[in-house]
């Protein structure tokens, strides 16, 4: 079945934040009530691009993946939509440790195979898109330190759980991709 969409944006070979970054920009060049067609190969984008159109307000119509590519398609929403913003609470790479010391945990929002080949020892793998149904996985009572590899995925989790009522949680700064302290990897 072949989609119809009004504009096509190639974001192949692209880890996140590019496939956001790129749509971002891609957007501002479609009109009210076209469809975007984004191409990605990054399982991460998923997540990454319904939680971004929804924070927005654009409509993330869904996805289709066509021999190991995901269509992604979004419609733009009028120019009434929400302007974008960023959570507001944060916490840098150096804060996390002592925080998490203190009972807080360190939620890791990546995909499976990027917590597996590097993640902070003691944090728990929620990947972005299966945070909505695995919630009744974290305390509402605890500090979360939700973390990523750049900060933008992350910035979407912390939304997301603090919608769902959870009240203690930071995004961390700058993520995983400047990361200095020790790193646990699954089987090595």
Known sequence: MQIKADQQLDCKGLACPMPIVKTKKAMNEVEDGQILEIQATDKG????????????????LGTIQEDGVLLHYIRKSSHDTGEEKTFEKTITNDEVIDRVSKGGIILDVREEAEYAFGHIEGSKSIPMGELENRLDELNKDREIYVICRTGTRSDLAARKLSDKGFTKVYNVLPGMASWQGKISRING
Do not use: P, R
């Not at 984008?45 to 993330?60: P, T």
């Open 45 to 60: 984008s998923i997540a990454d691009l319904k939680a971004w159109s929804e924070s927005v307000g654009h409509q993330y």
